[in-house]
C-alpha cells in the first residue's frame, strides 16, 4: 500500500504533462508519439529522480511542501522538457508513409495496431537497407562515373530490387523503361528482373467471385473458366458468359495480397528512394525519389477497377465520333466494382502474334492505330498509356483493332495537346524554330533558359536526323530528354508519358509493318486533320451556327463593356491616378509564408532572449552574497527553461515544414 500513493502521484503528473507537452509543442500533434515521448520521459526522469535524491531518505507524499518543493518542481519540469525533446527526436526520424491523399496515414487505428504496424514497418525497412547495404549499393552510388562503375551499380540496383521482391521487382521493370534517363548498361540489367507470378488457386476465385458479385456465381454467369486467359502482378483474367443477355465476357479479378503488399512496401519504397538520393548525387539527379513516387501513384490507379473501368468509358465515348475501325470493351458498370471488372470480350489475336507476311494490309492496320492515338492525344487529351504489343488486338474478320488494358491513361492540358502537335511538326519539317516552341510548351520553368542556346542544342539533334530516310523514334524522344535534363527542365508528368508513349507505340506499329515510319504518318494526320477542320463548317452548318452563338454569347458582355472601361482607364490617366502596385501579400500563399515565417522569428527571438536574460542574471547572482541571490537564480533557471522548451516547438515545427515541402 505505501506504493499506491507515489503511483497515482506519478500518474496524475505523466497526464498533466501529457496535457501541458500538446499545447506547448502545437497543433497536429501525433497522439501516439506523444504517449510514447511521455512514458520513456516520465519514466527516465522519476529513476533519476529516486536514485539521486530519494533514494535512502525518508520521503513523505503526504505534505503539502513536497508538492512545491525545489526538487519536485525540478523533476517535473525536466519531465516536460524531456518529453519535448523526445518529441522533437520522433518528428526529425519519422518514416514518410504516404497514403492515396499523399499524407500521413488518416485512418484511425488502436494503439497496439500502430505500434505493431510501426514495429514491422521499422523492421521491413531494415531489411530493404541492409539488403542494398550488402549488395554494395552504398559503395557504387558513390563513384557512378565512368562505365565500369555503373555496371557496378547497374548489378547492384537490379540485385537489390530483385531481392526485396513483390513491389520492388515491378518498381524495377517500370525503370527498365525509362531509356531516357538511364544508359543501357541500366535497362540492360533491369530488364532480367522478371517476376514469376502464380496463378490464383480456384478457391481463391470463388471467394473474390463471392465476395464483389451481386449475386451468386451461377445467377450472374452461365459459364465461368476457371482457368486464366492471363495472369499478372496486379490481377488476372478469366473468360466468362452473361446469364441474362448470353454475352461472351472476361472477367479481370484483383488479386487479394495487392492492396496488403502496397500498404506495406510502397512507403518503404519511397523510404529508399530517398535514402538513396541522399546518398548519391547521381540518383537525385535523374530524380529517383520522383520515379519512386510517381511509381507508388501510378500503382493506386491500377489497383482499383473503377478507376480502370472509368478509364475505358471515356475513351469509348471519344472514339464513338471517330470514323476509325478501333474499338474499346464495353464494361458492365452494374457487375464490377474496383476489384473485379466485367467487360466485353475482344475478339481477334495479339498484333505480336500477326506474322507480316500474312497480313496483306499490313501498313493500313498500323496507320490506323497510330491516327487513333493522334485523334485521342492531339484532339481529346485522353488517350491509352500502355500501347505495347499485348494491349492491341486485331479481328482479320472485320478488320477491327481493340485497345484493351486502361489501368494506365494519360491526359494532356489544350496548351500540352498544342505543344505536342508543334512537337511532331518541328521534327518533321527540320524546323528548330518550331519545334522550340512545341517544347517551350512542354517543359516546366521554360522562362529560366536562354532561347539562343537551347534552340542552338536541339538543332544539333535536328541536324543529326536531316537527310536520311527512316527517322528512329526512340532516338528522337530520348535525345529530347536528355537536352532538357541539360537545361535543368522537366517535361510536365503527362508529356514524359506522351513522348513514352510515343517510343512504346513505335516499336509496336514496326511489329505489324517494319517499314512504318511515324513521323512521316503524323505529318499525314495533321494535314488531313487541318483539311477536315476547315471544311467543318460547309459539313456541319448547323453545329458550327450554335458553336458561333455560344462563343458570341461569351463574348458579348464583355464587348460591351470596352468602351466604359477605356474612358475610366483615359480618366484615371488624366487625374494621374494610374499607379501599377504590385502587393507581395496579393498571393495567398505568400502571405501565409511571411506570416508563419514572421511568426518563427518572434518565437526565436523570444527564446535567445530569455536565455540571454537568464544567462545575465546567474553571472550577476555569482556576485552578490545577500538572500536575493536565490531569487535571482530562480528567475534564471526558470527563463533557460522557457528558452529551452521554445527553441524545442521551434525545431519541431521546421520539421514538420520541411516534410510538407518534400
Same mark, same amino acid.
Given at each position: ?69 525545489? +526538487? ?7 519531465? =516536460?522538457?524531456? +518529453?519535448?525533446? /523526445? ?25 497496439? &495496431? ?32 565512368? @562505365?565500369? +562503375?555503373?555496371?557496378? =551499380? ?28 538511364? +544508359? ?52 488476372? %483474367? ?5 446469364? &441474362? ?35 548519391? *548525387? ?8 520522383? =520515379? ?46 474496383? $476489384? ?89 519539317? $527540320? ?17 529560366? %533558359? ?19 530516310? @527512316? ?90 463593356? /470596352?468602351?466604359? @472601361? %477605356? ?9 494621374? &491616378?494610374?499607379?501599377?502596385? *504590385? ?6 500563399? $505568400? ?54 522548451? =521554445? ?16
Amino acid at each position: 500500500m505505501t506504493f499506491i500513493k507515489p503511483i497515482l502521484l506519478i500518474l496524475l503528473v505523466a497526464v498533466f504533462i501529457f496535457f501541458i507537452s500538446g499545447r506547448l509543442i502545437g497543433a497536429n500533434v501525433n497522439i501516439f508519439k506523444k504517449i510514447l515521448s511521455v512514458i520513456i520521459s516520465v519514466s527516465f526522469t522519476t529513476f533519476i529522480f529516486w536514485y539521486t535524491y530519494l533514494k535512502g531518505t525518508d520521503y513523505n507524499f503526504d505534505t503539502m511542501g513536497s508538492v512545491v518543493n525545489t +526538487s519536485n518542481l525540478l523533476w517535473v519540469g525536466s519531465m =516536460l522538457l524531456i +518529453s519535448m525533446l /523526445i518529441y522533437l527526436f520522433f518528428e526529425l526520424f519519422d518514416p514518410i508513409a504516404l497514403d492515396e491523399n499523399n499524407g500521413r496515414h488518416s485512418g484511425r487505428k488502436s494503439f497496439f &495496431k500502430r505500434l505493431l504496424g510501426y514495429w514491422r514497418h521499422q523492421k521491413r525497412l531494415r531489411n530493404v537497407v541492409s539488403i542494398a547495404v550488402k549488395n554494395g549499393i552504398t559503395r557504387t552510388v558513390k563513384y557512378a562515373r565512368n @562505365r565500369d +562503375s555503373d555496371r557496378e =551499380l547497374a548489378i547492384a540496383l537490379r540485385e537489390t530490387l530483385e531481392q526485396c521482391g513483390g513491389i520492388f521487382i515491378k518498381f524495377g521493370q517500370v525503370l527498365s523503361t525509362r531509356k531516357e534517363l538511364f +544508359s543501357p548498361v541500366f535497362i540492360k540489367e533491369l530488364e532480367k528482373l522478371q517476376k514469376n507470378v502464380s496463378e490464383l488457386s480456384e478457391k481463391q476465385v470463388q471467394t473474390i467471385l463471392k465476395q464483389n458479385l451481386r449475386g451468386e456465381l451461377d445467377e450472374v454467369f452461365s459459364y465461368f473458366d476457371t482457368n486464366p486467359i492471363a495472369a499478372a502482378s496486379i490481377g488476372q %483474367v478469366h473468360k466468362a458468359v452473361l446469364r &441474362k443477355t448470353n454475352e461472351k465476357v472476361v472477367v479481370k479479378l484483383l488479386r487479394p495480397e495487392v492492396k496488403e503488399i502496397m500498404r506495406e512496401d510502397l512507403s518503404i519504397l519511397i523510404e529508399f528512394a530517398n535514402w538513396i538520393s541522399d546518398k548519391s *548525387h547521381w540518383a537525385e539527379s535523374i530524380g529517383f525519389r520522383d =520515379l519512386a513516387q510517381g511509381f507508388a501513384s501510378s500503382l493506386r490507379e491500377e489497383i482499383d477497377f473503377n478507376i480502370e473501368a472509368r478509364n475505358m468509358i471515356q475513351i469509348r465515348n471519344i472514339l464513338k465520333q471517330s470514323k476509325l475501325n478501333v474499338s474499346i470493351p464495353k464494361v458492365y458498370e452494374e457487375y464490377s466494382n474496383e $476489384n473485379i471488372l466485367v467487360m466485353d470480350y475482344a475478339k481477334g489475336v495479339s498484333v505480336a502474334n500477326l506474322a507480316q507476311e500474312d497480313l496483306l494490309n499490313c501498313h493500313e492496320v498500323a496507320e490506323t492505330i497510330l491516327f487513333s492515338y493522334l485523334e485521342q492525344a492531339l484532339i481529346s487529351g485522353i488517350f491509352h498509356a500502355d500501347p505495347h504489343p499485348g494491349n492491341i488486338h486485331y479481328d482479320a474478320a472485320t478488320n477491327e483493332v481493340a485497345l484493351l488494358d486502361f489501368g494506365a491513361v494519360c491526359r494532356l492540358s489544350s496548351s500540352q495537346q498544342e505543344g505536342l502537335k508543334l512537337f511532331f511538326m518541328g521534327i518533321q519539317q $527540320n524546323d528548330t524554330t518550331i519545334l522550340y516552341d512545341g517544347i517551350s510548351l512542354l517543359v516546366k520553368n521554360r522562362s529560366d %533558359v536562354d532561347r539562343a542556346e537551347l534552340e542552338h542544342a536541339v538543332s544539333q539533334i535536328i541536324l543529326k536526323i536531316s537527310y536520311v530516310e @527512316r527517322i528512329r523514334t526512340d532516338e528522337i524522344v530520348y535525345s529530347i530528354f536528355a537536352v532538357i535534363r541539360d537545361f535543368g527542365l522537366q517535361f510536365y508528368p503527362s508529356v514524359s508519358v506522351a513522348l513514352r508513349v510515343i517510343v512504346t507505340l513505335d516499336g509496336t506499329l514496326r511489329i505489324i509493318d517494319r517499314n512504318f515510319n511515324l513521323f512521316e504518318e503524323a505529318k499525314r494526320f495533321s494535314k488531313s486533320y487541318l483539311k477536315n477542320t476547315l471544311k467543318r463548317p460547309l459539313y456541319e452548318p448547323k453545329e458550327t451556327k450554335d458553336r458561333i452563338e455560344e462563343e458570341l454569347a461569351l463574348i458579348l458582355p464583355n464587348l460591351r463593356k /470596352i468602351p466604359r @472601361r %477605356v474612358d475610366q482607364l483615359f480618366k484615371k490617366v488624366e487625374d494621374g &491616378k494610374l499607379i501599377l502596385h *504590385h502587393d507581395i501579400f496579393s498571393d495567398k500563399n $505568400n502571405a501565409k509564408f511571411v506570416t508563419q515565417l514572421f511568426s518563427k522569428f518572434v518565437l526565436l527571438f523570444v527564446g535567445i532572449t530569455f536565455g540571454i536574460i537568464s544567462v545575465a542574471l546567474l553571472a550577476i547572482s555569482q556576485f552578490i552574497n545577500t538572500a536575493y541571490a536565490i531569487y535571482l537564480n530562480t528567475a534564471a533557471y526558470f527563463g533557460l527553461f522557457l528558452c529551452a522548451i =521554445l527553441l524545442v516547438r521551434l525545431s519541431i515545427q521546421a520539421i514538420r515544414d520541411m516534410k510538407r515541402n518534400e
